[in-house]
């Protein structure tokens, strides 16, 4: 099988639009639900949505191990939202069986930034796609509370980083595939998968 698309999770959330963004960078996208979609992907991103809904469905499919062996591996990932939740090192105030596969070195808080009514818009300032600033939608985002040293923080927002780079893994707590701004997905194509 050759391994040669990028995938987006879709077990649930905000798969659509990411696959959208990314067939408009002209990248062979396409939505994964099963063990053989996603060792057809060279890339994979995990949307936002709902981690704990996301987590079951990972269970119920037999995803969950497949998935943290190519993350283990390297593969090339943007998380964003919920997605940043999985991949983070640790995760605060999720569910008792909250699963996180710890692939960036990052600790988030659910919810932090309060409830969906407390969602927001902000741009942001981003060095790596440059000018201009990137409006980005944050909806029942996580807030990131630490960082390690080997995470380059390549955003933030009231001092709080919101996009980051660990290696081949990329994760934003905001939403970037709400808006026609397609720079954060060319990015993630051009300088994270390469
Ligand atoms: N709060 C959600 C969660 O815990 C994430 C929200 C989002 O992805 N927009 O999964």
Redesign the pocket.
Known sequence: MVADGVGVLALQ??FGRHVEALRRCGADAHEVRTQDQLLTCRALVV????????IKLLRAFDLVEPLGKLLADGMPTFG??????LLARSVSD?QPDQLSFGTVDIDVR??GYGRQIDSFEADLDIAAIGPPALRAA?????VVERAGSDVDVLATHEDIPVLCRQGPVLVSSF?PELSDDDRLHRYFLDDVVG
Not at 80 to 85: K, P, S
Not at 138 to 142: E, L, N, W
């Open positions: 959330g905000a949307p936002g949505g709902e981690s704990t809904t996301m964003t939202c919920a997605g940043m939740i999720g659910r919810n944050f909806i029942r985002a996580p939403h």
